[in-house]
């Protein structure tokens, strides 16, 4: 293989001159991965109008690192088309470049997500794109399969693996695009890039980790042979595909390869004259994965006819570029911590429970959608139909049908709010999920402030409401019922906390486990501890219909409230008959010894044993019905029935309704 060795300087202006040419504004969609990160970093050297779009929490470490401003990162959700939509509305790209991918990886072991990602992903980007936009996409070499002697791009594929597979199907998407909608898209077919900000668990990051240590990382076999392309040199392919692509070769897949075939045993070889290492590897300490092969490399010849491009970087020089770069980036200080423990980018679950808020769903889904992309966090919205009887199923059963990232839930008769709290905490997957009320008395716009506090390591965020915005008498009565509960509670409990809140996901799976039946959320919320704070906000009055509450169910709430946790009924009724025990007794001495020195004819009159036989009789039914409460709790807890049950899940356009789809479903989520 010849490489290209031209002039330092000279080569760094011709790289900033393509990317000068390449049309804007530019998505960069997967830059959060290895390849998109790089690719993302090089332009936006150069120029500002280049996006960030991620989806994955996982990666998004490499964004934090590299210093990303928050504007030029975009959430866009590719399984949704109405994410993909209105992010291409609102930014109107002219060049994309795809790297967005899932299933490469032997620790991505969920086949459904690799054929969303990479194939309904596709077809979302695709769809929105112009017969204007450049699209370039990262394809695999992998795409070859067992085919992978140095194939032409000519010659068949044979996938190997779901991976291989949903790729393959993926670059015959770009050639149908291409041929029968004319859009100018590329497919690459990367085979082994490595060098920056490569995941520090893969093969050369820990070669070169463990060779600056004078060691060596386990090995598989020495016969597996890789095709080695350096990041730089894969960033400048995308570069060249997006300058060049035309009407001729739109549609075209091109290997992105040296034409190098290098074992394993080469690589080693070549690391140790990199480096000066002495010891001796050891071959076969690591087991051989399922796709590795021995003849794994490509022919990169229709990339050079057509593109203009070829590798640059000698696998030396590439290994000691590297190494560089892992000093120069303070790797075991910064870049192994960040991997093992990613913040950025995490996912958001937000459970609304719904009880004749048919008219309020929509605003509240634009509201809730339109917070999350500000604050460009992923997000999972789940709306329970707490068996309302308008027409809320349709409502939110269209929205599920706009936006995979909604669930419907729709439960078989009205268990109340809490149970519809917990039926959506069971299922959600969020790092975090947001309890709120479908009546848009509870403001999405609030959630940044949640999130905030979330993100400084609170693990409970309750919203605090300051004001109501309702009639001063009933706001006088929500204040005093919140006083008098936070003094009785044997916990202490927030005043003025209601449902309303961010609770961390290590939180909620406590929650969920509490076996009781009859729950009050925002006591157990307190009762399980953890880190909390509140955040003060204006409670709005109710947008659309009239309130569900009324004198008779808040008097309900607030003895759920009261019985479930508080002691304080009974510890009042034992005070009670102790003191007056304690008159009787002194009431039969002071009548003794009135009759007898003071006035023999002290009246023994009708009159007040019918007031102390009231008195008495009324105080014993008032300590029987505080007993009765807790019997009552004691008798619904010994059934042990259940809290909600669900009728129909709706994901996305699928939908669920036997009892064993949707315990399947769960079962899967909860996972």
Not at 67 to 74: L, R, S
Not at 229 to 242: H, K, N, P, Q
Not at 601 to 630: A, D, N, R, W
Request: net charge neutral.
């Amino acid at each position: 293989m010849v490489y290209f060795h031209t002039p330092k300087i000279s080569f760094v202006l011709i790289y900033q001159e393509k990317i000068q040419q390449l049309k804007g504004p530019i998505f960069v969609f997967g830059a959060s991965g290895f390849i998109g990160a790089n690719l993302f970093k090089d332009i936006f050297k150069v120029r500002q109008d280049v996006y960030a779009l991620t989806h994955d929490a996982t990666k998004a470490w490499r964004l934090k690192l590299l210093d990303v401003p928050f504007e030029n990162i975009v959430h866009c959700d590719i399984l949704s088309n109405n994410s993909v939509e209105s992010t291409f509305e609102q930014y109107k790209p002219r060049t994309i470049f795809n790297l967005a991918a899932y299933g490469a990886y032997s620790k991505q072991k969920n086949i459904n997500l690799t054929y969303e990602t990479n194939v309904i992903g596709t077809v979302n980007i695709l769809e929105n794109c112009t017969e204007e936009t450049a699209y370039i996409h990262a394809g695999s070499s992998s795409e070859y399969g067992f085919n992978c002697s140095a194939p032409k791009e000519t010659d068949p594929v044979k996938p190997n693996s779901h991976y291989a597979v949903s790729k393959v199907s993926a670059a015959y998407l770009i050639e149908f695009y291409a041929k029968v909608h004319q859009r100018k898209a590329l497919n690459l077919r990367l085979y082994s890039i490595y060098g920056a900000w490569e995941e520090p668990d893969r093969l050369i990051p820990r070669l070169i980790e463990e060779a600056r240590k004078g060691s060596y990382p386990p090995l598989v076999s020495p016969d597996i042979s890789r095709d080695f392309v350096y990041a730089d040199d894969c960033v400048e392919a995308f570069l060249d595909a997006a300058l060049n692509v035309n009407d001729s070769i739109s549609g075209k897949s091109y290997n992105i390869a040296t034409g190098q075939k290098t074992t394993m045993r080469e690589l080693v070889d070549t690391s140790r004259q990199t480096f000066g290492q002495t010891d001796t590897p050891v071959w076969g300490s690591m087991p051989n994965r399922g796709w590795d092969l021995a003849e794994w490399y490509g022919d990169p010849t229709e990339a050079q006819k057509d593109l203009g491009w070829r590798a640059r970087t000698s696998l030396s020089e590439g290994l000691r570029l590297t190494k560089e770069w892992q000093e120069a980036h303070h790797y075991e200080e910064q870049l192994l911590p960040a991997f093992a423990n990613p913040k950025l980018n995490p996912v958001i679950t937000a459970i609304i429970a719904c009880y004749k808020d048919a008219q309020a769903i929509p605003f509240m889904y634009d509201r809730l959608v339109k917070t999350f992309n500000e604050m460009k966090v992923r997000y999972e919205i789940i709306f329970v139909n707490d068996a309302s009887p308008d027409n809320q199923d349709e409502v939110i059963n269209a929205i599920c049908q706009r936006d995979s990232n909604v669930i419907g839930i729709t439960h078989s008769r009205n268990f109340g709010s809490q149970s519809a709290f917990l039926s959506g905490m069971e299922i959600s997957t969020g790092d975090a999920v947001v309890l709120m009320d479908g009546d848009l008395q509870d403001p999405p716009e609030v959630i940044p402030h949640f999130y905030a506090k979330w993100s400084n390591g609170f693990d409970v965020v309750y919203g605090v409401r300051v004001q109501r915005e309702m009639k001063p008498h009933i706001h006088f009565f929500y204040k005093a019922f919140y006083k008098i509960f936070q003094n009785l509670s044997y916990i202490p409990i927030p005043r003025d906390a209601g449902d309303f809140s961010m609770i961390d996901r290590k939180v909620v799976k406590e929650l969920v486990a509490l076996p009781e039946t009859e729950q009050f959320l925002r006591g157990l919320r307190a009762w399980v501890g953890f880190k909390q704070t509140g955040v003060d906000y204006v409670r709005p009055e109710r947008m659309f219909g009239v309130s569900t509450n009324n004198w008779r169910k808040n008097i309900w709430w607030a003895k759920k409230a009261i019985f479930s946790f508080s002691f304080a009924p009974l510890e009042l009724m034992s005070y009670v008959g102790f003191v007056l025990t304690a008159c009787s007794i002194l009431g039969i001495f002071y009548q003794i010894y009135a009759k007898y020195f003071i006035d023999p004819g002290t009246p023994q009159g009708i009159t007040t044993l019918i007031v102390l036989i009231t008195f008495f009789g009324g105080l014993t039914l008032l300590g029987i019905s505080f007993l009765g409460e807790y019997i009552s709790k004691i008798f619904e807890e010994t059934k042990k029935r259940p809290k909600f049950i669900r009728t129909k899940i709706q994901k996305g356009e699928k939908t669920f309704r036997t009892s064993d789809e949707i315990m399947t479903l769960v079962k899967q989520r909860k996972k």
